[in-house]
């Protein structure tokens, strides 16, 4: 089978290095599987991979879409299939690397996902309620579902409970459910790619300091003024930069006044924090998972070790 090694782990772990590391050594390119990185002109904000840090390995499914447009997991896994087919005929190895576990579940398990128009009837009505109200209905609708989304995002709650309610319709075996369709790929699809995860896990009390300094270090580095550009020059409304959530949200939210920067930073330090245990929680569901901390150097070389004999 074809070979596919995934980088993944918690926002803050060194992902991004690592994959680059393990790229350098064995001749990969990797294919980035973040949600809100295929967007362009969403870089400090999403914590991008610079060019530099790049250290000229191919990377993709970055910058491949306008933040004006909507980008599904649908269209991540055919993206992403397409790459990997690539990578492979120049005989070279894909890494898939990210902190969106419900991407690159999507490619690993071969899951397909039915068509889900858009329902207007319904989403006018869903709109007129709130925050709370959404996330209860899709709690009682899905709960695996309202386990892994960000509950402080209306466009995302809608469109869970859109297409929970289609699916509902179609009788699975394990249960009718969005969350048990995309899991039971064994009924829906199955992998064309042997793979091996190495998941990348630090501490929580230096996880939690890493997030800090390195959500300050973007604000310097001008993540505000990144913001107010996309809306003032791309026009990307409040409302939909709000929708895209975490940094995007808070900044939308200092930009229009509703909150002081301190306080902005406060909230966006804990939401990212609340952010990174609900990756660990997805990302612990695999026990076949290699896991290790990057910053105990024995470890990194343990995982180089398991890459090279897993390309045997």
């Not at 009718?176 to 501490?203: C, H, Q, W």
């Not at 245990?277 to 180089?304: G, S, V, Y």
Request: with cysteine.
């Amino acid at each position: 089978m074809n070979k596919v090694i995934i980088i993944l782990g918690q926002t803050s772990t060194g992902k991004s290095d690592f994959a680059v590391s393990v790229a350098q050594k064995f001749g990969g390119e990797i294919i980035s599987a973040d949600s809100r990185q295929v967007y362009r002109g969403m870089d400090l904000g999403t914590g991008k991979i610079t060019k530099k840090e790049m250290q000229k390995i191919p990377h993709y499914l970055l910058d491949v879409v306008s933040p004006k447009k909507t980008f599904s997991v649908s269209d991540f896994q055919k993206l992403a299939n397409k790459k990997i087919n690539e990578i492979i005929k120049r005989k070279n190895i894909p890494i898939i690397c990210g902190g969106t576990g419900f991407y690159i579940d999507a490619v690993v398990n071969g899951t397909t996902f039915p068509e889900v128009p858009p329902d207007a009837k319904l989403r006018e009505k869903l709109s007129k309620k709130s925050i709370n109200e959404l996330f209860t209905m899709l709690e009682k609708l899905d709960k695996d579902r309202a386990k892994n989304i960000d509950k402080n995002n209306p466009v995302r709650l809608i469109r869970a409970i859109e297409i929970t309610k289609t699916l509902g319709k179609v009788p699975l075996p394990k249960g009718d459910t969005f969350s048990a369709m995309a899991e039971n790929a064994s009924l829906l699809g199955s992998s064309r790619y042997k793979v091996l995860k190495v998941g990348l896990a630090i501490p929580p009390e230096i996880l939690k300091e890493k997030i800090k300094v390195r959500l300050l270090a973007r604000i310097k580095k001008g993540m505000l003024r990144e913001i107010k550009n996309l809306h003032e020059k791309e026009k990307i409304s409040w409302k939909r930069l709000e929708s895209l959530g975490l940094e995007y949200r808070y900044v939308s939210y200092f930009l229009q006044g509703k909150l002081a920067k301190p306080e902005m930073i406060e909230k966006l330090n804990t939401e990212i924090w609340h952010y990174a245990k609900r990756q660990k929680t997805w990302f612990k569901k695999d026990p076949n998972t290699i896991w290790i901390n990057p910053l105990e150097i024995h470890e990194k070389a343990l995982a180089l070790k398991k890459v090279k004999e897993f390309l045997k």
